[in-house]
């Protein structure tokens, strides 16, 4: 081991890398940013030293990694499931397939400069995860004392994690709550019982609660994403259901969380579902968060026509949306449109 810089903050880094030049650039940053670092040379310094102390965030130069280091890759992953894994990648040297690591839920994957200037975001998204899973775990510990307290607690919690997504960004305050309200108008127009009601009720205020771990930076962006920007807004899905999987609470809303973006032709994701495979109440979900997506204003345009959404709609029948759901909403657009007037106006 290179050497350690101790404070007063929780979150400890543990770095893995051979270029001085970088190791002196993590240190000056890490420092500045009042984290705990550690470094180390090798991966079997590194694993020696988490069976003997517990960290946060392992900072890892891609480079390093052998198929013979792999394993010890794995063994760390396997050791500690909570670590949060930020790989230092040279795109023009990949030794060992991207697909490899992600098998082992590697987190991040940040290009490797001589300033490093990608870092400092990606490590802000690896605390920001840490944080909200240590809050969750925190608050599972006081299930078994008294559940009914402790769900109350992790609703406000995942509440708190909701509102802080739409407070970043002023063109997407309310968003969460009109598709929460849309959805609720679809499932009554289709029937449906009063659980399933709830259901859309809850699981559209929480539906994008897994943006929390996606960098402000790719977030807040005015600009067309890279399609690896893109690749790290999808995984938002996964997030969500990775914070609402701790509480029971939350058990029935999981599906629209992780599948609101499946689309019905199967070209959506995560998993690319399509058709009856994705949960009906996710392709109501879907059709009620592309409508607000289209009927409200962004930074870079305006709120688009009505009719031109509604022809958007249909276009997209059997294609992105379920064509039940769609002819539901469409028929409230067309007939009730008062109810849809209520709902963004009032949030």
């Not at 694993?47 to 198929?67: G, M, V």
């Not at 259901?199 to 996606?214: E, N, P, S």
């Not at 998993?271 to 409508?291: C, E, H, M, N, T």
């Amino acid at each position: 081991m290179l050497g350690s810089i101790q404070d007063t903050n929780n979150y400890k880094i543990m770095a893995v890398e051979t270029d001085s030049f970088i190791s002196d650039a993590l240190k000056t940053m890490i420092r500045s940013a009042k984290y705990s670092l550690s470094k180390f040379l090798s991966l079997e310094e590194a694993l020696s030293a988490l069976k003997k102390e517990t960290f946060d965030i392992l900072i890892l130069d891609f480079s390093i990694i052998t198929d013979t280091k792999l394993t010890l890759l794995k063994e760390i992953r396997d050791y500690n499931l909570d670590l949060y894994i930020i790989l230092l990648i040279n795109s023009l040297d990949l030794p060992i397939p991207i697909k490899e690591l992600k098998k082992l839920s590697v987190q991040g994957y940040c290009e490797k400069d001589d300033k490093l200037e990608q870092l400092p975001l990606f490590i802000e998204a690896a605390v920001k995860s840490i944080n909200q899973m240590k809050t969750i775990k925190s608050i599972n510990e006081e299930l078994i004392q008294s559940k009914s307290k402790l769900e109350k607690a992790y609703l406000e919690s995942v509440e708190t994690l909701r509102y802080t997504v739409e407070a970043k960004d002023n063109y997407t305050k309310g968003h969460s709550d009109r598709v929460s309200a849309y959805s609720v108008l679809i499932g009554k127009s289709l029937g449906l019982p009063q659980s399933d009601i709830e259901t859309l009720r809850i699981g559209g205020l929480f539906h994008d609660v897994g943006k929390i771990g996606i960098s402000d930076s790719i977030l807040l962006k005015n600009g067309k994403l890279t399609n690896e920007e893109y690749d790290e807004i999808k995984r938002h899905p996964i997030i969500g259901k990775n914070i609402l999987s701790n509480a029971e609470i939350f058990e029935d809303i999981i599906p629209i969380v992780l599948y609101h973006h499946e689309r019905y032709d199967g070209k959506g994701y995560p998993y690319g579902l399509s058709d009856k495979d994705i949960p009906f109440l996710a392709r109501i979900v879907a059709v009620a968060d592309a409508f607000d997506a289209m009927t409200s204003r962004r930074s870079y345009r305006d709120e688009l026509d009505l009719e031109y959404v509604k022809e958007e709609l249909k276009s997209k029948t059997g294609t992105q949306f379920d064509p039940i759901v769609t002819a539901s909403f469409l028929n409230i657009l067309n007939n009730e449109y008062r109810f849809i007037r209520d709902i963004k106006f009032s949030r």
